[in-house]
């Protein structure tokens, strides 16, 4: 077993600002993802890494910079905060690529203010 | 364009009914099906998945129908408990970049005692 850790679990920022989520894994999976969630309108992929150091862009990454700094760790970086922005991210893993079961973290809720 | 659709948006049935839900998609290289539902509150976590070499998978309460001609596919709920209350995304992905995994916008489960 193991455990996906999302910090900060709640983030409030101001329009324009720049802000960074953090997502650690111990489950020692190669891949590692970002979505967006907003309601009624599913989960979509912001970013992918299939290993340490590599980035792959998904549908929504305009906006967005994510950074795979180690196995364990991958960050995201909302640019620029667009104002009354209300979304959760969620951060998941999986073993490999061959379409195994990904694994999701409890979520950062964003509020922008 | 919505390439993976869920249908209906919301469905409610009483406790022991069979609950039916739909789920089609466009592109017909999609050779994996994953269902995630996600508990209020909770993140979503693999239900059950499907890869079209077989139109039937199975477990327990839990059966998938999928028809490759129609680009078609339904998870079927039988005797449904209140506890079987989510949100249920169907999903699709292709072989060729099977990281990329595509969500429908889900559908809202309730059911009653």
């Known amino acids: 077993g193991g455990i996906i850790t999302q910090t900060p679990k709640f983030l409030i920022g101001q329009e324009g600002q720049k802000l960074t989520l953090k997502c650690q894994q111990n489950?020692?999976?190669?891949?590692m993802y970002w979505y967006r969630q907003d309601s009624g309108k599913g989960l979509r992929l912001i970013y992918y890494s299939i290993t340490e150091n590599d980035l792959q862009k998904g549908d929504l990454s305009e906006g967005y910079d994510a950074s795979r700094e180690k196995k364990s760790s991958f960050s995201l970086t909302v640019t620029s905060a667009q104002k009354n922005e209300m979304a959760v991210f969620l951060c998941?893993?999986?073993?490999?690529?061959?379409?195994?079961?990904?694994?999701f973290g409890p979520g950062t809720r964003l509020l922008v203010l | 364009q919505q390439q993976v659709r869920q249908s209906p948006q919301s469905l409610t049935v009483w406790e022991g009914e069979t609950a039916i839900l739909n789920c089609s998609y466009e592109d017909s290289t999609f050779d994996y099906f994953p269902w995630y539902w996600q508990f209020p509150r909770e993140s979503p976590a693999l239900l059950i998945a499907?890869?079209?070499?077989?139109n039937k998978k199975e477990d327990g309460r839990f059966t998938i129908f999928f028809n490759k001609r129609e680009k078609k596919l339904s998870l079927h709920i039988t005797d449904s408990q209140p506890g079987d209350s989510a949100t249920y995304f169907c999903?699709?992905?292709?072989?060729?970049?099977?990281?990329?995994?595509?969500f429908g916008k889900g559908t809202h489960l309730h059911v009653l005692p």
């Open positions: 499907i890869r079209p070499v077989s």
């Open positions: 999903a699709a992905s292709e072989g060729t970049n099977a990281y990329k995994v595509i």
């Open positions: 998941a893993s999986s073993r490999d690529s061959n379409q195994d079961t990904q694994y």
């Open positions: 489950f020692n999976h190669d891949t």
